[in-house]
């Protein structure tokens, strides 16, 4: 793995949109910038980048947990891939191996972990989705951080993210799953 960068972002929140007191939330988000293996080679087999995405989800998750201050309750995951890549290769990094250290880091997560994924242009946004650890249901606690950094991802790199917080939306009401 060739890695450019990290980048680690920490939000706090005191009152809602509309200036109200809330629940503190802290919300984080650990970004890491590698070089793609893969850009420009369409292949079928995208095994490369099964370690690759363990090792990111180790690396990401400890600076993560540690910035986050408490105990995670949302967790998410996203990639923005350049364009010399494929959207798949993101997939590759987030699906099948990157979720099993951050489990392990957070002490658990019996709900799949929300992801996304596209290609993107130099400092274009992705929203990183997050939902509850455990209850998949809990409809406040579905949330988004839209994430951007001025100089990734280059055509040939994969900005990887993964997202934590301690709560559930500023101020949420719209109910703890369906029918409630």
């Known amino acids: 793995m060739q890695l450019r960068k990290t980048v680690l972002i920490r939000e706090v929140v005191d009152t809602d949109e509309t200036g109200a007191p809330c629940d503190r939330l802290c919300r984080v988000a650990a970004v890491a910038v590698i070089r793609n293996p893969l850009a420009g080679d369409g ?103 839209t994430l951007s950094l001025g100089d990734a991802p280059r055509a040939d790199e994969i900005a990887v993210c993964l997202g934590l917080s301690d709560g559930a939306r500023p101020r949420a009401r719209s109910g703890k799953g369906p029918g409630v």
């Open 43 to 145: 292949r079928d087999d995208l095994g490369a980048l099964f370690e690759i995405g363990a090792a990111l989800g180790a690396r990401l998750a400890a600076e993560a947990v540690a910035a986050l201050g408490a105990p995670a309750v949302c967790y998410g995951k996203a990639a923005i891939v350049g364009a010399a890549g494929l959207a798949e290769h993101g997939a590759a990094l987030l699906h099948p191996r990157f979720g099993a250290p951050v489990r392990a880091a957070i002490g658990g997560g019996a709900s799949l972990m929300p992801s996304s994924v596209k290609l993107g242009a130099v400092g274009g946004p992705i929203d990183l989705p997050l939902g509850h650890k455990d209850e998949a249901w809990s409809f406040d606690h579905i949330d988004t951080l």
